[in-house]
């Protein structure tokens, strides 16, 4: 082994030379730590291990800078040689940020570059923070004491390469540019994050890239991940970073198109969701997060489309809902979620077909309603929830097509009824609401 980081997870193999000694000598193993379960070592008697031969039972995952030793016996017949060592095997866990890129891939100018790179390099875009780190890569390529963004050019040319950072390293700025798409894997995020409180635009662009999950990083002072992962649509999982200084999610996974589970990470401390999550669509379920402080919820699960079901969250601080659940089209149930603070519902869950049932949430305090359940076509009944401060019910309930009947809401605050109620076919009776301040009663009722 070369002291770099090994990251192995079950079934998974890996390869290494056996040290050569001489012929006739007496060889030991000293200071090491015996943990046989761990692999097993087969077909090898030939001074070197190629990959396959040693296959891990379960996953190892150390601790950032954490040694541990392991020794293993060959299975079968097989016997060391003279001139060869008895197996030893060392596993650290580097602190290195390591990741892997493929300069084959398109590259864009950046603004803080201006050129596109050839194809033997790739750019390393710096965000805030302060910096003093170190390079180096698989094919040789070395920088010491960088303080800012750096151009790599790869001895052996155009390829994959792996590159090593150390060093103070606090975040990535790709913001949509660069050589965002040459990004295609996290190895290890290692130093990456410390000291950084903002991981603004980080790999915003990067859509090629992968993250093992096992991967957290040192993100704990960071408060501001607005656009950090934005349009990453090839991560299929997220590892649980560590969010719990975090107050501002905009857009930090919007467009991640190919996220089929998403971790219980710490939003203890969030205020602004906006866009969150939006076009998550291939999210099926979500975990019950804290969003108890979250106040601004533009989008945040706008087009998870996958999404049947959803967790009874916080969200009794939450003002502004506007499309926060716009095109959810396979959610068939939805929570009684406390929105007791809420303001704004325009648009919060359009285009949610497959509802069937709505509770009564609370939305004492809501003043606008435009277009909040329209196109929820499945719905048959509507409940009689407080609409006393509702001002502007502009598409409200248009195209839901299957209501038949429909609750005496308090309309004394109204004033806009446009389309309120257009298209809703089925509907063959209606209350005699208060219309004494509406001043826009246009196709209210249309069809």
């Known amino acids: ?191 990456y994050g410390l000291t950084s409180i903002s991981q603004k635009n980080a790999f915003y662009g990067c859509s090629n890239m992968v993250i093992p999950s096992k991967n957290i990083g040192s993100f704990g002072d960071v408060k501001d991940f607005s656009d950090a992962w934005r349009d990453c649509s090839s991560l299929t999982s997220m590892p649980q970073i560590d969010t719990s200084s975090a107050t501002n999610l905009t857009s930090t996974w919007l467009n991640c198109s190919s996220l089929t589970q998403f971790p219980l990470i710490d939003t203890n401390n969030v205020i602004n969701y906006t866009s969150t999550w939006t076009n998550c669509a291939s999210l099926t379920a979500f975990p019950l997060i804290n969003t108890s402080k979250g106040t601004l919820f533009l989008n945040t699960w706008n087009d998870c489309s996958s999404l049947t079901s959803f967790p009874l969250i916080n969200t009794s601080s939450g003002v502004n809902f506007t499309n926060c659940w716009f095109d959810c089209i396979d959610l068939e149930e939805f929570p009684l979620i406390d929105m007791g603070s809420a303001e704004i519902l325009i648009q919060t869950w359009r285009n949610c077909e497959s509802l069937t049932l709505f509770p009564l949430v609370n939305t004492g305090n809501v003043t606008a309603f435009n277009s909040a359940w329209k196109d929820c076509g499945a719905l048959d009944t509507f409940p009689l929830i407080n609409t006393k401060k509702g001002i502007n019910f502009t598409n409200t309930w248009i195209n839901c097509a299957n209501l038949i009947t429909f609750p005496l809401i308090v309309t004394s605050s109204a004033e806009n009824l446009t389309q309120t109620w257009k298209n809703c076919q089925r509907l063959v009776t ?15 009722w249309f069809n």
């Open 430 to 444: 209606f209350p005699l609401i208060d219309t004494s301040n509406v001043t826009n009663l246009n196709s209210t």
């Open 1 to 191: 082994m070369d002291g770099r980081a090994t990251i192995v997870d079950a079934g998974e193999s890996i390869s290494f030379a056996i040290g050569f000694i001489a012929p006739n000598t007496s060889a030991q193993i000293q200071n090491f730590t015996e943990i046989a379960p761990l692999f097993s070592i087969t077909e090898s008697d030939n001074n070197t291990f190629l990959g396959g031969e040693i296959v891990f039972s379960t996953p190892i995952d150390l601790q950032q800078l954490q040694n541990l030793g392991i020794v293993g016996q060959e299975t079968g017949t097989v016997t060391p040689n003279d001139g060869e060592l008895s197996i030893s095997l060392l596993l650290e866990k580097s602190s290195d940020f390591q990741f892997t890129v493929d300069t084959n891939l398109q590259s864009f100018s950046s603004t803080n570059r201006g050129a596109n790179s050839d194809s033997n390099q790739m750019f390393i875009p710096t965000g805030d923070g302060d910096y003093n780190y170190n390079i180096t890569t698989s094919d040789g390529y070395s920088a010491t004491g960088l303080t800012g963004d750096h151009l790599i050019t790869f001895p052996s040319g155009a390829g994959v390469h792996d590159v090593f950072i150390t060093g103070i390293f606090p975040a990535m700025n790709f913001n949509n540019e660069g050589d965002k798409l040459r990004m295609t894997k996290i190895n290890n995020f290692g130093i």
